[in-house]
């Protein structure tokens, strides 16, 4: 697929999009776009109207973390609420599925960024279908029972879900970062080579990797299911980190600055009243 075209907007084919594409002076480029990111976000957080909701997705290693670090550094503290959901607590297997994400979503005002998202109930339990026996479903009693329907139904919620939150008033942009099986390899090794990286190392990785091509069937499935106008996905090359971030980073600038925020205007009363607070203040 052509440079430019990360939008899934109809039927694909993982195997169609590059896992390799090198921007050059990306690094450079993103310190400008992060910038404008931040300035607008202020105005978006003032105005309180609107807020975002960023989903990241990806294999491991694929860069998420590094991502959201170099991406929102600069972003006011108060402006970006982060949540990596890991497995569920015997809490949030209490309730249903969607439950532990719909309560992390961003105030108005706020972006927030879920690492690794809801789609983890169409993925990971795809992949690894007794995981689901842990949630306690009525009429789920056997693997026979977690079929394409089953999941296909989940991804049918979870659209209905993303709809009910963006007429709310969020911005919804999700981003599967496509890395290469080859690059997850050169990732893996390094953790393993790099004293200071071996904390990041998991066995449980070289058991996963062994399912890539599941994995890969799965995230194509749910990316043609669930990519919507209102909620799109986007299959962002990972396998160059700086080239991922400044894609992510340009999309979601370019997506903000479609709602034109404005500061809030003083109320009439405390305007005819500012010059008065002025000398109240210069006269102390």
């Given amino acids: 697929m052509s440079k430019g075209n990360y939008k899934v907007e109809n039927t694909i084919k993982l195997t169609d999009y590059t896992t390799k594409e090198v921007i050059e002076d990306a690094e450079k480029k993103l310190k400008k776009v992060s910038k404008k990111l931040t300035k607008i976000q202020d105005t978006m957080y003032a105005e309180g109207k609107y807020s975002m909701l960023i989903c990241l997705q990806g294999m491991d290693t694929s860069g998420k973390d590094s991502l959201i670090r170099e991406v929102f550094k600069n972003v006011n503290a108060r402006g970006v609420e982060v949540h990596s959901f890991k497995v569920p607590t015997e809490l949030e297997l209490k309730h249903d599925f969607l439950w532990r994400h719909y309560i992390a979503l961003p105030s108005k005002g706020k972006i927030g960024v879920f690492n690794r998202t809801h789609y983890e109930n169409v993925l990971v339990t795809r992949v690894h279908p007794e995981y689901v026996f842990g949630e306690n479903i009525p009429d789920v009693n056997s693997l026979e029972d977690l079929n394409n329907e089953f999941y296909h139904n989940r991804m049918d919620r979870i659209n209905a879900f993303e709809n009910h939150i963006v007429k709310s008033g969020t911005i919804v942009l999700k981003f599967f970062l496509n890395l290469s099986k080859e690059e997850q390899k050169n990732r893996l090794l390094?953790?393993?080579?790099?004293?200071?990286?071996?904390?990041?190392?998991?066995?449980g990785d070289l058991k996963e990797r062994k399912l890539w091509d599941k994995y890969q069937f799965c995230y194509e499935d749910l990316l043609n299911r669930t990519s919507k106008?209102?909620?799109?996905?986007?299959?962002?090359?990972a396998d160059d980190k700086p080239t991922a971030r400044l894609l992510l980073a340009d999309i979601v600038l370019k997506e903000?600055?479609?709602?034109?925020?404005?500061?809030?205007?003083?109320?009439?009363?405390?305007?005819?009243k500012v010059e008065a607070f002025k000398t109240q203040l210069n006269n102390e």
Avoid: G
């Fill in 190 to 203: 390094r953790r393993l080579n790099l004293p200071e990286k071996n904390w990041k190392f998991s066995a």
């Fill in 229 to 237: 106008e209102n909620a799109p996905w986007y299959v962002i090359p």
């Fill in 256 to 272: 903000l600055k479609k709602y034109n925020f404005k500061e809030p205007i003083l109320p009439v009363k405390i305007q005819a």
